[in-house]
């Protein structure tokens, strides 16, 4: 049985979706997640599971062997560590990949030096 409650959420999502969600871009998809074993903390996005043609070749050959470690569902509210999923849901609906570099370490607050080392 569906309460009224639950209607109201449903409902409440479908009018969020409308008003924020662009057209270009499923509101739900399915990303797998490859990270390199040449570059530390950089990883590839894929709208397609293996989809390795869709990197251009510099990017591939730069990037080494690629390994996977997660097949993830991405929806605009998603909370992602280093990225926004609206942005990757971007990235893999226009060109079917979305690359994940680390922060440069000046930009990185968790590199600064605090002093507290003895």
Not at 32 to 49: N, P
Not at 81 to 95: E, G, N, P, T
Not at 101 to 116: A, F, I, N, S, Y
């Amino acid at each position: 049985m569906v309460t009224s409650r639950a209607r109201a959420r449903v409902r409440r999502r479908r009018v969020v979706g409308i008003l924020f969600h662009s057209p270009a871009v499923p509101f739900e998809m399915q990303a797998y997640v490859y990270k390199s074993l040449r570059k530390a903390d950089t990883y590839v996005f894929l709208a397609a599971r293996d989809a390795f043609d869709r990197l251009p070749p510099a990017v591939l050959e730069s990037l080494g062997r690629l390994e996977p470690v997660l097949e993830v569902d991405l929806h605009p509210g998603r909370r992602l560590a280093r990225a926004d999923a609206s942005q990757v849901m971007d990235a893999l609906a226009r060109k079917g990949f979305y690359l994940q570099v680390p922060p440069r370490p000046e930009l990185d607050p968790m590199t600064e030096d605090w002093g507290t080392d003895a």
